[in-house]
């Protein structure tokens, strides 16, 4: 389940980042202390991305990011702050600055099926999702919150498959807008990366 967690927190982040720029402040205020988490885990690698171009996919290196995932558990909910940093020398700005911050948290509820039902709250949007029983995959769907007419998508949708070996990232992550009858992809990334040993306080 933990690992799970890590997989989708990743690829929704990254996404998030591919598609436009976070706000000044994408964590949210608080004069607290932050909650103990029952467990943390940090994730890095590397993401390629890629543009929909007459009918076909074509790969984008300017828009590759590598990234760094802090995600710490508590119980039926978890929360992750990420990092990315596009360092390709011809990145053109228009995803937002070469380096931002994102956060998002997740709550989960047992479903009928024996999975788990998702809620996302993020600094980009919210949505909502699922994971099948038995580990069988994810998928979330992020209603991306400054979505206009001049910007090209409107969702973000996250799928992942439990074919990556153990310890390992592996997500697909489509930027498309909806339309009446209809659907238009406009980015994807493809995520890769490690997923470093949990701790428990």
Same mark, same amino acid.
């Given at each position: ?26 964590l949210p205020l608080t ?9 943390? $885990? ?45 360092r390709h020398p011809k ?33 980009? /949007? ?9 580990? /069988? ?34 997500? $697909? ?29």
């Open positions: 389940m933990k690992m799970k967690a890590v997989r989708i927190l990743a690829a929704v982040l990254a996404t998030f980042l591919a598609g436009c720029a976070s706000g000044p402040s994408p004069d607290s202390p932050p909650s103990v988490p029952t467990s943390s $885990t940090v994730f890095a690698g590397h993401a390629r991305a890629f543009r929909w171009v007459n009918e076909a996919w074509v790969a984008d290196p300017s828009h590759d990011y590598d990234f760094l995932v802090l995600e710490k558990r508590f119980g039926d909910r978890w929360e992750a702050v990420k990092e990315i940093y596009r990145y053109d700005g228009r995803a937002g600055p070469r380096v931002q911050t994102l956060w998002f948290a997740v709550t989960m509820s047992p479903a009928g099926d024996g999975g788990y039902d998702l809620v996302a709250t993020t600094s980009e /949007g919210n949505g909502t999702g699922h994971e099948k029983a038995g580990g /069988g995959g994810l998928s979330l769907e992020i209603a991306y919150a400054r979505s206009n007419l001049f910007v090209p998508f409107d969702t973000i949708r996250i799928r992942q498959d439990q074919t990556s070996a153990p310890g390992n990232l592996a997500e $697909t992550v489509t930027l498309l807008k909806k339309a009446k009858g209809g659907e238009k992809p406009f980015m994807k990334m493809e995520e890769e990366g490690l997923v470093y040993r949990p701790l428990n306080p």
